[in-house]
C-alpha cells in the first residue's frame, strides 16, 4: 500500500511540470560566445614554470598568482579516446576550468582504471591505458589545464604483489587495505614503486614525465587516508593478526626507546588509574519492567522495548530488554534506548558492562550524551559486534566534559529486527595503567584498540597517540622523500586532506586540502547499495555556512589551501548553488585552488541526462553554473576578508586533543575556540607548530559571530537567515552579483543592480546570477552573462518518496528536464543601451528577450520558463 502511495505521488509529480522543460549542454561543445571563458586560461599549462608556494603562502607560476578551478574524474572517464579527449579538453576550457584531478585509476583494470588488463598483481600498468592518459593530459596541458595525480586512492593490493594474503580478506581503503601501508614495508615499498613507474612515465606527447612537466601541479601521496584516522575510526582495531602483530613491535619498540624498563612504565602509566566505583544505573536488571529506561523514536522509525525472561545462562533468573525495531528512521539516532538523568565528570572513567544478543549480526553503538542542547556527546564507549548468541560486553570510556543532565545511550542499528540486553550497569572508574602480564622486556605491552581506550589511563592515552603521530608522520616523510628528492618532482606534493590527518602532520608536507560533500549519499542497510540510499533534498543556504565553514575552519596559516573534492549529489534539486557558494566563499578566504567532484567516471560523455549521484559533465544546472562560479573564482571578484582571525595548535595541543576527535574532523578551528559562522565574516586560520600568530590577527573571542545574518567585513557577501528556512545569500561585487537561495518574492539591491526572484517551484528557491563577461556592472560597454537555476530531474525520474531524496537505480532517461526561474533584473543603464538574448543549449543567441524602461528610465529585463533557458547574453553599448 505505502509503495503504491509512493508510485502515485511521484507519477503526480511528474504530471504536473508545465514549467519543465529540455535543457542539454552538448558533451563536446566549445564554442566561442558569452558562455566562453577560455580567454581566462593561458595555454599552455606550465609555460612560465612549476606550480609553486610563493612568499606569501599562496599558489604561484613565476611571480604570478594563480587561482586554480577545477573537476576531478575517475574510472574509465580517465581514459577517454584521442577524439574524445581533444573535444572535452575544449569544453573544460570553455566552462573556466585549468586543473585535472585524475582520481580513482588504480582501482580497476584498463579500460576502467590503469591496472594491465588481464594481470594478477597491481603492480603492471596498461600500455594502451597509458596512451591515452597522455593523449588526454597533452590536450589538456595544451588549453592551459593542469594535471593533478593521485597515487593511492582504491588500489587493491594483493598476495600477487607480495603482500600477506590476509591483506585480500580486507575491503578497500575505508577497510583496511590501504592503512596496512604507514607501517608496513612491503606495502610502503609498492607504493614508492607505482610512484615511480608513473610518474617516470616519458609522455609521447609532450616528450617529458610526469614527474618533469610543469603541468603537472600537484601529486597526491593517498586519498582520504591516515593513521590515526584510522585507529579513530576502528579499522585498526579489526586487522588481521599478522599487521596488528607487526604495528604491535614497532609499538613495544618505542616504549622502550621511551621508557627503558617494564617498572619505569607501570609507574609513568598508573598515575590515571580509576578504581571502579557504585553502580549509577537504575533497573539495570530490568527487575522492574523498563522503569528508569526510555526509548526514544523519531518518525518514521517504529519500535518497542518489551521485558522478558530470555537471559544468558550465566545469570540464572535474570530479566532481559528485547528492542524491536519494525521501520526504520533516516538517521542513526532515530531509534534510541537510554536512561537520563546521569551525572558524569570531566576525565572521568565509565564502565559499562552487559550481555547483549541479536536475532542477525548487528552492530549497536554504545555512549554517554548531553540531554540538551548542543546535544554532546561526552564519551563514546563502542560498537556492541551482536550476534544471535549471548556475549558479555565490557566498555570504558572518559568523559569529556562535565554534565549535570546526561545519558547512557544505545542506539540500535539501522536495520530491522530484534536485540536483546541484560544486566547491564555503568559504574565510575574502571581505568588502568599497565596490564598485568605487559613487559616491555617481553615485547607483550598491547596495542591500544579505539573501541577499548577508555580503560588505559591519560598517560597511556598519550604515549599511543605520541606513537600513532609519529608512525604516521614517518610514512608521509618517507613518499615525500621518494617524490621530491628521488623522482625530482617539480609540482607541489599533498599527502592527503586535513580531517584524515592533522593540520601539524600535513602542514610539514606543505599544502593543505579538504574535502566535503553537501548530503553525501546515506546507505541505511548495505554500504553503497544502489537500491536503498539517501540524498537528502536540502539546500545549504539554511545550514548556517554549511560545507563553507567546514573546511575554512582547516586552513593552515601561510599555506596553499585547496579543497579538491566537494560537492552536492544529485538527486538534490538545489545543487546550482554548489559551484557558486563555494567559489565567492573560496575568494572570501582567499583560497587557492577549488575543485568540483567529479566531471565524469564514465567515458560515454553523450548521455544528455543526469548519470547518478556524482557526475557533472551532463548535468545542466551545475554545469551552468559553474560558469559564473569560474569567473567569481578565477578573476578574485569576491574581495579576500579585510581582518583574519587566527588561534593555534602546536603538536603538543594537537596531541592532546587526539583521542577526542573524530576519524573525519581531525583538528580545526573549532577545537580552538572560533565558531563556524566566524569563516562567513572573516578569514580564518590555525597557525601550526612552528608558526606565531600575526600581531593584527583578531582572537576567537573578539571575533564571536550572533544572530541570524552574517554579513562578511568586505560587504560583499551576506549570508542571511533571518528569515527561517528561508535563508539567501547575496554576491554584490563590480563583476558579480547573486542570489541564491529563497529569494522569490522578494527585491535584492545589489550596488546599482536590482535582482528580484519571482515564485519556483521549491518555494522561491533559485540561484540567479548576473556576470560581467566583458567591461563590469556599472559602466558602458559591457558583455553580461545571466544564469538562472533551480529544480532539475530527468525524464521520468522514478522519484520514491514525497521528500525527492532518493530514486533507487531508476534515474530516468533523457533528456534531462529544467525549470525555467522566473525574476526581474534592473540595470544601471539607459534601456535603449540594453539588448538581451536567451541562449541555447550551447550558449549561442536563441532569440532576442524585450528590454523595458523602468520608472526611472533603467532597463528592465524579464526572465523565466517562457525562454526555456538557464542562461542570458546582456549587450550594453
Same mark, same amino acid.
Given at each position: 500500500?505505502?509503495?503504491?502511495?509512493?508510485?502515485?505521488?511521484?507519477?503526480?509529480?511528474?504530471?504536473?511540470?508545465?514549467?519543465?522543460?529540455?535543457?542539454?549542454?552538448?558533451?563536446?561543445?566549445?564554442?566561442?560566445?558569452?558562455?566562453?571563458?577560455?580567454?581566462?586560461?593561458?595555454?599552455?599549462?606550465?609555460?612560465?614554470?612549476?606550480?609553486?608556494?610563493?612568499?606569501?603562502?599562496?599558489?604561484?607560476?613565476?611571480?604570478?598568482?594563480?587561482?586554480?578551478?577545477?573537476?576531478?574524474?575517475?574510472?574509465?572517464?580517465?581514459?577517454?579516446?584521442?577524439?574524445?579527449?581533444?573535444?572535452?579538453?575544449?569544453?573544460?576550457?570553455?566552462?573556466?576550468?585549468?586543473?585535472?584531478?585524475?582520481?580513482?585509476?588504480?582501482?580497476?583494470?584498463?579500460?576502467?582504471?590503469?591496472?594491465?588488463?588481464?594481470?594478477?598483481?597491481?603492480?603492471?600498468?596498461?600500455?594502451?591505458?597509458?596512451?591515452?592518459?597522455?593523449?588526454?593530459?597533452?590536450?589538456?596541458?595544451?588549453?592551459?589545464?593542469?594535471?593533478?595525480?593521485?597515487?593511492?586512492?582504491?588500489?587493491?593490493?594483493?598476495?600477487?604483489?607480495?603482500?600477506?594474503?590476509?591483506?585480500?580478506?580486507?575491503?578497500?581503503?575505508?577497510?583496511?587495505?590501504?592503512?596496512?601501508?604507514?607501517?608496513?614495508?612491503?606495502?610502503?615499498?609498492?607504493?614508492?614503486?607505482?610512484?615511480?613507474?608513473?610518474?617516470?612515465?616519458?609522455?609521447?606527447?609532450?616528450?617529458?614525465?610526469?614527474?618533469?612537466?610543469?603541468?603537472?601541479?600537484?601529486?597526491?601521496?593517498?586519498?582520504?587516508?591516515?593513521?590515526?584516522?584510522?585507529?579513530?575510526?576502528?579499522?585498526?582495531?579489526?586487522?588481521?593478526?599478522?599487521?596488528?602483530?607487526?604495528?604491535?613491535?614497532?609499538?613495544?619498540?618505542?616504549?622502550?626507546?621511551?621508557?627503558?624498563?617494564?617498572?619505569?612504565?607501570?609507574?609513568?602509566?598508573?598515575?590515571?588509574?580509576?578504581?571502579?566505583?557504585?553502580?549509577? %544505573?537504575?533497573? +539495570?536488571?530490568?527487575?522492574?519492567?523498563? !522503569? /528508569?529506561?526510555? *526509548? $526514544?523514536?523519531?518518525?518514521? #522509525?517504529?519500535?518497542?522495548?518489551?521485558?522478558?525472561?530470555?537471559?544468558?545462562?550465566?545469570?540464572?533468573?535474570?530479566?532481559?530488554?528485547?528492542?524491536?525495531?519494525?521501520?526504520?528512521?533516516?538517521?542513526?539516532?532515530?531509534?534510541?534506548?537510554?536512561?537520563?538523568?546521569?551525572?558524569?565528570?570531566?576525565?572521568?572513567?565509565?564502565?559499562?558492562?552487559?550481555?547483549?544478543?541479536?536475532?542477525?549480526?548487528?552492530?549497536?553503538?554504545?555512549?554517554?550524551?548531553?540531554?540538551?542542547?548542543?546535544?554532546?556527546?561526552?564519551?563514546?564507549?563502542?560498537?556492541?559486534?551482536?550476534?544471535?548468541?549471548?556475549?558479555?560486553?565490557?566498555?570504558?570510556?572518559?568523559?569529556?566534559?562535565?554534565?549535570?543532565?546526561?545519558?547512557?545511550?544505545?542506539?540500535?542499528?539501522?536495520?530491522?529486527?530484534?536485540?536483546?540486553?541484560?544486566?547491564?550497569? %555503568?559504574?565510575? +572508574?574502571?581505568?588502568?595503567?599497565?596490564? !598485568? /602480564?605487559?613487559? *616491555? $622486556?617481553?615485547?607483550?605491552? #598491547?596495542?591500544?584498540?579505539?573501541?577499548?581506550?577508555?580503560?588505559?589511563?591519560?598517560?597511556?592515552?598519550?604515549?599511543?597517540?605520541?606513537?600513532?603521530?609519529?608512525?604516521?608522520?614517518?610514512?608521509?616523510?618517507?613518499?615525500?622523500?621518494?617524490?621530491?628528492?628521488?623522482?625530482?618532482?617539480?609540482?607541489?606534493?599533498?599527502?592527503?586532506?586535513?580531517?584524515?590527518?592533522?593540520?601539524?602532520?600535513?602542514?610539514?608536507?606543505?599544502?593543505?586540502?579538504?574535502?566535503?560533500?553537501?548530503?553525501?549519499?546515506?546507505?541505511?542497510?548495505?554500504?553503497?547499495?544502489?537500491?536503498?540510499?539517501?540524498?537528502?533534498?536540502?539546500?545549504?543556504?539554511?545550514?548556517?555556512?554549511?560545507?563553507?565553514?567546514?573546511?575554512?575552519?582547516?586552513?593552515?596559516?601561510?599555506?596553499?589551501?585547496?579543497?579538491?573534492?566537494?560537492?552536492?549529489?544529485?538527486?538534490?534539486?538545489?545543487?546550482?548553488?554548489?559551484?557558486?557558494?563555494?567559489?565567492?566563499?573560496?575568494?572570501?578566504?582567499?583560497?587557492?585552488?577549488?575543485?568540483?567532484?567529479?566531471?565524469?567516471?564514465?567515458?560515454?560523455?553523450?548521455?544528455?541526462?543526469?548519470?547518478?549521484?556524482?557526475?557533472?559533465?551532463?548535468?545542466?544546472?551545475?554545469?551552468?553554473?559553474?560558469?559564473?562560479?569560474?569567473?567569481?573564482?578565477?578573476?578574485?571578484?569576491?574581495?579576500?576578508?579585510?581582518?583574519?582571525?587566527?588561534?593555534?595548535?602546536?603538536?603538543?595541543?594537537?596531541?592532546?586533543?587526539?583521542?577526542?576527535?573524530?576519524?573525519?574532523?581531525?583538528?580545526?578551528?573549532?577545537?580552538?575556540?572560533?565558531?563556524?559562522?566566524?569563516?562567513?565574516?572573516?578569514?580564518?586560520?590555525?597557525?601550526?607548530?612552528?608558526?606565531?600568530?600575526?600581531?593584527?590577527?583578531?582572537?576567537?573571542?573578539?571575533?564571536?559571530?550572533?544572530?541570524?545574518?552574517?554579513?562578511?567585513?568586505?560587504?560583499?557577501?551576506?549570508?542571511?537567515?533571518?528569515?527561517?528556512?528561508?535563508?539567501?545569500?547575496?554576491?554584490?561585487?563590480?563583476?558579480?552579483?547573486?542570489?541564491?537561495?529563497?529569494?522569490?518574492?522578494?527585491?535584492?539591491?545589489?550596488?546599482?543592480?536590482?535582482?528580484?526572484?519571482?515564485?519556483?517551484?521549491?518555494?522561491?528557491?533559485?540561484?540567479?546570477?548576473?556576470?560581467?563577461?566583458?567591461?563590469?556592472?556599472?559602466?558602458?560597454?559591457?558583455?553580461?552573462?545571466?544564469?538562472?537555476?533551480?529544480?532539475?530531474?530527468?525524464?521520468?525520474?522514478?522519484?520514491?518518496?514525497?521528500?525527492?531524496?532518493?530514486?533507487?537505480?531508476?534515474?530516468?532517461?533523457?533528456?534531462?528536464?529544467?525549470?525555467?526561474?522566473?525574476?526581474?533584473?534592473?540595470?544601471?543603464?539607459?534601456?535603449?543601451?540594453?539588448?538581451?538574448?536567451?541562449?541555447?543549449?550551447?550558449?549561442?543567441?536563441?532569440?532576442?528577450?524585450?528590454?523595458?524602461?523602468?520608472?526611472?528610465?533603467?532597463?528592465?529585463?524579464?526572465?523565466?520558463?517562457?525562454?526555456?533557458?538557464?542562461?542570458?547574453?546582456?549587450?550594453?553599448?
Amino acid at each position: 500500500m505505502r509503495i503504491g502511495l509512493c508510485l502515485l505521488l511521484a507519477t503526480t509529480v511528474r504530471a504536473a511540470t508545465p514549467d519543465l522543460f529540455p535543457f542539454v549542454l552538448p558533451w563536446d561543445d566549445a564554442t566561442p560566445g558569452i558562455t566562453d571563458l577560455s580567454g581566462l586560461t593561458p595555454a599552455p599549462a606550465g609555460q612560465l614554470g612549476p606550480v609553486h608556494t610563493g612568499p606569501d603562502g599562496h599558489l604561484y607560476v613565476g611571480d604570478q598568482r594563480l587561482r586554480l578551478f577545477g573537476v576531478d574524474q575517475a574510472f574509465s572517464a580517465d581514459f577517454p579516446t584521442h577524439e574524445q579527449a581533444e573535444k572535452i579538453a575544449g569544453r573544460l576550457a570553455k566552462f573556466g576550468v585549468n586543473i585535472m584531478r585524475f582520481h580513482i585509476f588504480d582501482m580497476q583494470r584498463y579500460p576502467n582504471g590503469l591496472l594491465a588488463r588481464n594481470g594478477k598483481n597491481t603492480r603492471d600498468l596498461d600500455p594502451e591505458g597509458f596512451d591515452r592518459l597522455d593523449y588526454y593530459s597533452a590536450q589538456l596541458r595544451a588549453k592551459g589545464i593542469y594535471t593533478y595525480l593521485c597515487l593511492l586512492n582504491y588500489r587493491p593490493f594483493n598476495a600477487a604483489d607480495g603482500m600477506p594474503k590476509e591483506i585480500e580478506t580486507l575491503g578497500g581503503p575505508f577497510q583496511g587495505r590501504h592503512v596496512v601501508g604507514f607501517w608496513d614495508a612491503t606495502e610502503l615499498e609498492l607504493q614508492k614503486e607505482y610512484a615511480r613507474n608513473l610518474l617516470s612515465h616519458r609522455n609521447a606527447y609532450t616528450g617529458l614525465t610526469y614527474a618533469e612537466d610543469p603541468a603537472v601541479a600537484f601529486v597526491e601521496i593517498n586519498n582520504e587516508n591516515g593513521l590515526i584516522h584510522s585507529w579513530l575510526g576502528r579499522t585498526v582495531d579489526s586487522l588481521p593478526a599478522v599487521f596488528q602483530d607487526e604495528l604491535r613491535g614497532q609499538w613495544n619498540a618505542w616504549l622502550r626507546r621511551s621508557y627503558g624498563t617494564t617498572e619505569a612504565l607501570r609507574t609513568a602509566w598508573a598515575k590515571g588509574a580509576q578504581p571502579v566505583g557504585d553502580e549509577l %544505573l537504575t533497573n +539495570g536488571d530490568f527487575a522492574h519492567g523498563t !522503569d /528508569g529506561w526510555t *526509548l $526514544e523514536l523519531h518518525d518514521p #522509525a517504529k519500535a518497542t522495548a518489551t521485558v522478558g525472561d530470555d537471559a544468558p545462562a550465566e545469570l540464572p533468573g535474570a530479566r532481559s530488554v528485547c528492542v524491536s525495531v519494525s521501520a526504520l528512521g533516516t538517521e542513526y539516532w532515530h531509534v534510541r534506548f537510554e536512561q537520563f538523568q546521569r551525572k558524569f565528570a570531566a576525565e572521568r572513567g565509565y564502565r559499562v558492562t552487559l550481555w547483549a544478543k541479536a536475532e542477525r549480526p548487528a552492530a549497536v553503538r554504545v555512549s554517554l550524551e548531553q540531554s540538551h542542547q548542543p546535544w554532546h556527546e561526552l564519551g563514546m564507549l563502542g560498537t556492541l559486534d551482536l550476534t544471535p548468541q549471548w556475549q558479555r560486553f565490557s566498555l570504558v570510556t572518559r568523559a569529556t566534559e562535565s554534565d549535570d543532565d546526561a545519558r547512557l545511550v544505545f542506539d540500535p542499528p539501522m536495520q530491522t529486527g530484534r536485540l536483546w540486553l541484560a544486566g547491564v550497569s %555503568l559504574r565510575p +572508574g574502571g581505568v588502568e595503567g599497565l596490564a !598485568d /602480564g605487559e613487559s *616491555l $622486556e617481553a615485547g607483550s605491552v #598491547a596495542s591500544l584498540p579505539y573501541a577499548g581506550i577508555g580503560r588505559r589511563s591519560a598517560e597511556a592515552i598519550t604515549d599511543w597517540c605520541r606513537f600513532l603521530w609519529e608512525t604516521e608522520d614517518a610514512y608521509w616523510q618517507a613518499m615525500d622523500r621518494c617524490l621530491r628528492d628521488e623522482l625530482k618532482v617539480r609540482g607541489l606534493v599533498i599527502g592527503t586532506i586535513v580531517g584524515c590527518s592533522t593540520p601539524n602532520l600535513m602542514a610539514k608536507i606543505g599544502v593543505i586540502d579538504g574535502h566535503a560533500y553537501w548530503q553525501h549519499p546515506q546507505f541505511p542497510g548495505r554500504p553503497w547499495d544502489q537500491d536503498n540510499w539517501i540524498v537528502h533534498n536540502l539546500s545549504m543556504v539554511n545550514a548556517r555556512g554549511g560545507l563553507i565553514t567546514e573546511l575554512a575552519l582547516k586552513r593552515v596559516l601561510n599555506l596553499p589551501f585547496c579543497t579538491t573534492e566537494y560537492g552536492e549529489p544529485a538527486p538534490n534539486t538545489h545543487v546550482s548553488e554548489d559551484h557558486l557558494l563555494r567559489a565567492a566563499y573560496g575568494c572570501l578566504q582567499d583560497w587557492d585552488y577549488i575543485s568540483a567532484s567529479r566531471f565524469a567516471q564514465r567515458n560515454d560523455f553523450d548521455r544528455r541526462s543526469i548519470r547518478g549521484w556524482f557526475d557533472i559533465d551532463q548535468h545542466p544546472t551545475s554545469m551552468a553554473s559553474l560558469l559564473p562560479a569560474a569567473a567569481i573564482f578565477r578573476r578574485g571578484d569576491v574581495a579576500p576578508a579585510k581582518q583574519e582571525v587566527v588561534a593555534s595548535l602546536d603538536k603538543a595541543t594537537e596531541l592532546a586533543l587526539l583521542p577526542r576527535m573524530h576519524a573525519w574532523d581531525l583538528g580545526d578551528l573549532g577545537a580552538r575556540g572560533i565558531s563556524p559562522e566566524t569563516a562567513l565574516v572573516h578569514r580564518v586560520a590555525l597557525a601550526v607548530e612552528g608558526q606565531t600568530v600575526p600581531r593584527d590577527a583578531l582572537t576567537p573571542d573578539q571575533a564571536r559571530t550572533t544572530g541570524d545574518r552574517f554579513v562578511s567585513d568586505t560587504g560583499e557577501l551576506d549570508w542571511d537567515l533571518r528569515q527561517a528556512g528561508h535563508g539567501v545569500v547575496t554576491v554584490n561585487t563590480s563583476r558579480s552579483k547573486a542570489v541564491i537561495g529563497y529569494g522569490g518574492g522578494r527585491r535584492f539591491e545589489l550596488g546599482g543592480v536590482v535582482i528580484a526572484p519571482g515564485p519556483t517551484r521549491q518555494e522561491g528557491w533559485s540561484a540567479i546570477t548576473l556576470t560581467a563577461m566583458q567591461g563590469d556592472l556599472a559602466t558602458a560597454p559591457a558583455h553580461l552573462l545571466i544564469t538562472a537555476t533551480g529544480w532539475v530531474e530527468n525524464t521520468n525520474m522514478g522519484w520514491k518518496n514525497p521528500e525527492h531524496s532518493t530514486v533507487g537505480r531508476d534515474w530516468g532517461t533523457a533528456p534531462t528536464l529544467v525549470e525555467g526561474i522566473p525574476a526581474r533584473f534592473e540595470l544601471p543603464f539607459a534601456a535603449n543601451r540594453v539588448s538581451a538574448w536567451a541562449l541555447d543549449e550551447r550558449g549561442q543567441r536563441r532569440e532576442p528577450v524585450p528590454c523595458q524602461a523602468g520608472a526611472d528610465g533603467r532597463a528592465a529585463l524579464d526572465i523565466g520558463a517562457a525562454w526555456r533557458t538557464l542562461w542570458y547574453e546582456v549587450e550594453v553599448k
